[in-house]
């Protein structure tokens, strides 16, 4: 067998145990109680908080309301699998199959990836329902929504990667980081009127970029153009899956 | 002879400690190899690096001629491990998880499908294929992990503790499985603390302490290397005789009594077993019972680890 041909081939193997991974993962985690909590009710009430008693048109709240949803749902899904593995201890015969850890977590991202697009299309379509609001560029929307969804995804395994075999554990440390960065990204404040040093802050989360598509593909104004937008979530994506391969290789015989 | 499983200088270490210390063998082709060793002492972190969970920190493992940090997934795809701990997904169905094992190891829909209904059915499991993996009983999980195993149709089979704590009956068709499976060729890495399972099964075994290989040969052999450890056991009807008698009989090296049963290690057993006798005649004791034993696989495991018998004198 030429060298091409086997690379082809380990490429074939590979890419069909990530999609082995996203078929378990289906199965196994979107409907646990933590991905349910985090993932669908925590959005819910974010909305209901941010909107109640505000004089603020439903339509202007509808992307922020997809790229928020986005956030949580798609990020849910990885902080929960590698250590709900670990405590099974399932996680182990897992990385000894001839999947390589690559594969695995790609398909972890993949999971958070579906879910997350599957229940955006949730507050995509109740907007569309029940307020004014309407798509102004429909493939500007699914790229925002599938680029946004692989860097929020991305960054759930990455943060799965600390060796804490206790889900709870690396569900607080996921909040600790998405709650922050709800509130300085432009979903309940524009950017541009928040202080300059929030504004600086906007810029290193990726739910800043997310929303700014968002925006603009329901034909609202954006503090970052569409553009620059794309390719730092693109760049989050791959910054987030490079680094959470790095680390989850580096704590692989820890938490076993 | 070329080995399944080669493993050069292997060292892995967690910060100062040295789990396993530049441990060497081979293990060839349709043997049953046992590895055995008190807890702690690297016989987890050993089989770890072998199925390429961990990187060692030195040496190497090449699983039929793979290495298993250079070409880790080709090295993956031969073998198939059965963990102590039943690690099944419990809220997938038994077929689930065979097919979701069987399907991270590549094997083809109609392959998978024959091979989980044949071994459904040879391991008992056949009419509970729907049921969730959680419902089963601790001997029940072990069978479908080994089906889960053999499903992926693997050229070496590493067994951690295959038979702790499970009823005799799965216990028996896991290892009766297994002893037929070797039969018509599988390679077996087989780790346990039951040293009759060893000593049964296995055609070579190794024994590893604090991270080093000890010994490391056939049972019968490793017994015949211990021949201090050889022994006349004795029991006694009425009376006793004295202990310091025991004790000074020619070739006696040590002594272990418990109640009437007294045990003497001797590198002489006949010579001592007839001294015996003649001491009995001489005080008037009756002997119940008297044979002479070479040490069991559980004395090597005792000797090399420098453990001890409970119950000696």
């Given at each position: 067998?030429?060298?091409?041909?086997?690379?082809?081939?380990t490429?074939?193997?590979q890419?069909?145990?990530t999609?082995?991974?996203?078929?378990?993962?289906?199965?196994?985690?979107?409907?646990?109680?933590?991905?349910?909590?985090?993932?669908?009710?925590?959005?819910?009430?974010?909305?209901?908080?941010?909107?109640?008693?505000?004089?603020?048109?439903?339509?202007?709240?509808?992307?922020?309301?997809?790229?928020?949803?986005?956030?949580?749902?798609?990020?849910?899904?990885?902080?929960?699998?590698?250590?709900?593995?670990?405590?099974?201890?399932?996680?182990?015969?897992?990385?000894?199959?001839?999947?390589?850890?690559?594969?695995?977590?790609?398909?972890?991202?993949i999971?958070?990836?579906?879910?997350?697009?599957?229940?955006?299309?949730?507050?995509?379509?109740?907007?569309?329902?029940?307020?004014?609001?309407?798509?102004?560029?429909?493939?500007?929307?699914?790229?925002?929504?599938?680029?946004?969804?692989?860097?929020?995804?991305?960054?759930?395994?990455?943060?799965?990667?600390?060796?804490?075999?206790?889900?709870?554990?690396?569900?607080?440390?996921?909040?600790?980081?998405?709650?922050?960065?709800?509130?300085?990204?432009?979903?309940?404040?524009?950017?541009?009127?928040?202080?300059?040093?929030?504004?600086?802050?906007?810029?290193?989360?990726?739910?800043s970029?997310?929303s700014?598509?968002?925006?603009?593909?329901?034909?609202?104004?954006?503090?970052?153009?569409?553009?620059?937008?794309?390719?730092?979530?693109a760049?989050?994506?791959?910054?987030?899956?490079?680094?959470?391969?790095?680390?989850?290789?580096?704590?692989?015989?820890?938490?076993? | 002879?070329?080995?399944?499983?080669?493993?050069?200088?292997?060292?892995?270490?967690?910060?100062?400690?040295?789990?396993?210390?530049?441990?060497?063998?081979?293990?060839?082709?349709?043997?049953?190899?046992?590895?055995?060793?008190?807890?702690?002492?690297?016989?987890?972190?050993?089989?770890?690096?072998?199925?390429?969970?961990?990187?060692?920190?030195?040496?190497?493992v090449?699983?039929?001629?793979?290495?298993?940090?250079?070409?880790?997934?080709?090295?993956?795809?031969?073998?198939?491990?059965?963990?102590?701990?039943?690690?099944?997904?419990?809220?997938?169905?038994?077929?689930?998880?065979?097919?979701?094992?069987?399907?991270?190891?590549?094997?083809?829909?109609?392959?998978?499908?024959?091979?989980?209904?044949?071994?459904?059915?040879?391991?008992?499991?056949?009419?509970?294929?729907?049921?969730?993996?959680?419902?089963?009983?601790?001997?029940?999980?072990?069978?479908?992990?080994?089906?889960?195993?053999?499903?992926t149709?693997?050229?070496?089979?590493?067994?951690?503790?295959?038979?702790?704590?499970?009823?005799?009956?799965?216990?028996?068709?896991?290892?009766?499985?297994?002893?037929?499976?070797?039969?018509?060729?599988?390679?077996?890495?087989?780790t346990?603390?039951?040293?009759?399972?060893?000593?049964?099964?296995?055609?070579?075994?190794?024994?590893?302490?604090?991270?080093?290989?000890?010994a490391?040969?056939?049972?019968?052999?490793?017994?015949?290397?211990?021949?201090?450890?050889?022994?006349?056991?004795?029991?006694?009807?009425?009376?006793?005789?004295?202990?310091?008698?025991?004790?000074?009989?020619?070739?006696?090296?040590?002594?272990?009594?418990?109640?009437r049963?007294?045990?003497?290690?001797?590198?002489m057993?006949?010579?001592?077993?007839?001294?015996?006798?003649?001491?009995?005649?001489?005080?008037?004791?009756?002997?119940?019972?008297?044979?002479?034993?070479?040490?069991?696989?559980?004395?090597?495991?005792?000797?090399?680890?420098?453990?001890s018998?409970?119950?000696?004198?």
């Open positions: 067998m030429t060298a091409q041909r086997q690379t082809v081939q490429w074939r193997r890419l069909h145990g999609l082995v991974i996203l078929k378990k993962n289906a199965l196994l985690y979107y409907l646990k109680p933590p991905v349910l909590i985090f993932g669908v009710l925590f959005p819910v009430f974010f909305f209901l908080a941010f909107k109640m008693g505000r004089p603020i048109a439903p339509e202007n709240v509808v992307p922020g309301m997809v790229a928020m949803g986005l956030w949580f749902t798609a990020s849910a899904v990885g902080p929960l699998v590698t250590p709900w593995e670990r405590r099974a201890k399932t996680y182990e015969r897992l990385i000894s199959t001839p999947v390589s850890l690559h594969a695995i977590l790609a398909g972890d991202v999971s958070g990836l579906v879910f997350g697009t599957c229940l955006s299309l949730v507050p995509v379509l109740l907007g569309l329902v029940l307020t004014n609001a309407s798509v102004a560029s429909v493939p500007l929307l699914a790229a925002g929504i599938i680029m946004s969804g692989l860097s929020f995804a991305s960054l759930g395994t990455l943060l799965a990667a600390p060796p804490a075999s206790n889900p709870s554990n690396i569900m607080l440390l996921s909040n600790l980081v998405r709650l922050p960065l709800l509130f300085v990204s432009g979903i309940f404040l524009p950017i541009g009127q928040m202080p300059l040093w929030a504004q600086w802050i906007a810029r290193l989360s990726p739910l970029y997310a700014a598509v968002m925006c603009s593909a329901f034909g609202h104004p954006a503090f970052f153009p569409v553009g620059l937008s794309l390719l730092m979530l760049l989050f994506t791959g910054g987030f899956f490079l680094a959470s391969c790095k680390f989850h290789s580096m704590w692989r015989a820890k938490g076993l | 002879m070329e080995a399944v499983i080669q493993v050069q200088n292997l060292t892995r270490k967690f910060g100062d400690l040295v789990a396993v210390d530049h441990v060497e063998f081979g293990v060839y082709q349709g043997e049953i190899f046992g590895f055995l060793g008190p807890n702690g002492a690297g016989k987890t972190t050993t089989v770890r690096m072998l199925t390429g969970v961990i990187d060692p920190s030195e040496g190497s090449t699983i039929l001629g793979h290495d298993t940090r250079k070409e880790s997934l080709l090295s993956r795809e031969h073998i198939a491990v059965v963990p102590e701990e039943a690690n099944v997904y419990l809220d997938f169905s038994v077929w689930k998880n065979l097919m979701l094992m069987a399907e991270l190891h590549g094997v083809t829909r109609d392959w998978r499908r024959r091979e989980a209904e044949r071994l459904l059915n040879t391991l008992g499991l056949a009419e509970r294929k729907r049921q969730k993996a959680r419902e089963l009983s601790k001997g029940l999980k072990q069978r479908l992990m080994l089906c889960a195993a053999l499903v149709g693997p050229e070496v089979l590493f067994l951690d503790e295959p038979t702790s704590g499970l009823d005799v009956q799965s216990a028996r068709l896991i290892l009766q499985i297994v002893t037929d499976l070797n039969r018509n060729g599988l390679t077996v890495f087989l346990t603390h039951n040293m009759s399972e060893a000593s049964e099964m296995c055609s070579r075994v190794a024994i590893i302490d604090k991270g080093r290989i000890a490391i040969d056939a049972p019968e052999k490793l017994s015949s290397t211990i021949s201090s450890r050889q022994y006349v056991e004795v029991r006694f009807a009425g009376a006793t005789p004295d202990h310091g008698k025991l004790e000074s009989l020619p070739t006696v090296l040590q002594i272990d009594s418990d109640n049963t007294y045990r003497l290690y001797t590198k057993p006949g010579q001592v077993a007839t001294q015996i006798v003649q001491l009995a005649d001489k005080s008037g004791l009756e002997i119940m019972h008297l044979s002479t034993c070479k040490p069991t696989l559980e004395d090597v495991f005792l000797h090399f680890t420098g453990g018998r409970e119950g000696g004198s």
